[in-house]
């Protein structure tokens, strides 16, 4: 997807251009784009003044944000302890199997995109995988193909 740089500034300006409106704005952006194209965030920085490299720690600190492009649905399965003795493993690879792809990457499609997570906060009801920010509770290597039946229509 192409940077419109009007469109870019457009929500710059939304913050009345505010340094401190920095992280609202990246928000912003990875939503349109679902991802932080560099060329956006080099308009971030010259119309904050904030140098780029400070822009690309801020983009990189946070776990929500990402430098590479991602898939319309992003599918985050937890390998914290608990989810891991239930299962969790075998859940990833079943999902890594049927999308072709590693953690950490993209389908050629562009329509999922694969991570993976230490912990939710939520153990009691592990195995977890959650899909564009619903959780999936108790999942098992069945539930991977209902979760991708899903989420491949919309
Ligand atoms: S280990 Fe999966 S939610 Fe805590």
């Known amino acids: 997807m192409e940077v419109e740089e009007l469109k870019v500034k457009k929500r710059i300006k939304k913050y009345n251009n505010e340094k401190k409106a920095l992280i609202s704005i990246l928000q912003d952006i990875q939503e349109e784009y679902n991802y932080l194209p560099p060329e956006a965030l080099k308009i971030v920085s010259k119309s904050l003044d904030i140098p780029l490299i400070d822009i690309f720690g801020v983009a990189t600190f946070y776990r929500t944000?990402?430098?590479?492009?991602?898939?319309?649905?992003?599918?985050?399965?937890?390998?914290?302890?608990?989810?891991?003795?239930?299962?969790?493993?075998?859940?990833?690879?079943?999902?890594?199997?049927?999308?072709?792809?590693?953690?950490?990457?993209?389908?050629?499609?562009?329509?999922?995109?694969?991570?993976?997570?230490?912990?939710?906060?939520?153990?009691?009801?592990?195995?977890?995988?959650?899909?564009?920010?619903?959780?999936?509770?108790?999942?098992?290597?069945?539930?991977?193909?209902?979760?991708?039946?899903?989420?491949?229509?919309?």
């Open 65 to 154: 944000f990402s430098l590479k492009p991602r898939g319309k649905h992003l599918i985050t399965v937890c390998l914290g302890t608990a989810c891991h003795v239930r299962g969790g493993p075998k859940i990833l690879e079943e999902f890594k199997r049927k999308l072709n792809i590693k953690a950490g990457e993209t389908t050629k499609d562009m329509r999922f995109t694969l991570e993976t997570v230490a912990c939710l906060g939520c153990c009691a009801i592990g195995p977890v995988v959650v899909v564009d920010g619903n959780y999936h509770s108790q999942t098992s290597i069945g539930t991977v193909d209902s979760i991708l039946k899903k989420y491949r229509k919309k």
